[in-house]
């Protein structure tokens, strides 16, 4: 086992991950051909569920009262109850991109976040004391709120890129988008295991890679502040 292993990793290193037993093709040239659409789906994802979920939660917080609080965690609890599964079914049927479905299965998560992160900021003795001084909600937003957060959003930032991955790897498959979610499925279907196994691996180094990038980001800037 041990031998066998060894072997892969030091085929892997070449570029090497072995032949599909399924669809009988170098699996190098299979991830080549596909990764860039899922790269594509989860960047315009990341991009478009935190615009939308930090606009929404800075808007809550400096204009939003009591109903419109209500109003977004209504809307996010509605969405953060959906499965991706029939988010996926309900943008196949809008013919809608695929990385807005994505997107959508994203955007309660980040909001919930965002929105209690600066509630509790909102409520430090600093806050309060700047409110006392007679100091505006966009100064007091930008100066005493949101640049404490920013080690907190950038640690976010990169859980939610590992997040998009694994939201991908389903909704490609039943929106029919030809990127890794998709040949996963295929894989699990035909039992490929070659293809499952590297497949796996590649979303781990990527996991790994987005939580230490944001990690070691996150801490960085917490020096600096």
Known sequence: ???????????????????????????????????HVTLRSVSLAVITAWSAAFALATLSWLFGGWLFDLSCTLVSGFLLSLPAAVIALLFVYLRAPVFLAIAVVMFPKLFRFIHNLLSHASGQPHVLAARSRGIGR??????????????????????????????????????????????????AI????????????????IT???NSLADYSSKLISRQI
């Open 1 to 35: 086992m041990i031998r066998y292993y060894g072997k892969y990793l030091g085929a892997a290193v070449r570029g090497d991950f072995g032949t599909s037993e399924s669809l009988h093709r170098p699996i190098s040239q299979l991830l080549a051909e596909r990764f």
């Open 208 to 210: 790994v890679a987005c």
């Open 138 to 187: 966009p100064q007091i937003f930008l100066r005493h709120i949101l640049a404490p957060a920013t080690a907190t959003l950038v640690a976010l930032l990169g859980t939610s890129a590992s997040m998009a991955f694994g939201t991908a790897v389903p909704i490609e498959a039943l929106c029919d988008s030809a990127g890794i979610g998709q040949l996963a499925w295929y894989a």
């Open 190 to 205: 035909n039992r490929d295991l070659p293809l499952i196994m590297n497949l796996t691996l590649i979303v781990t180094l």
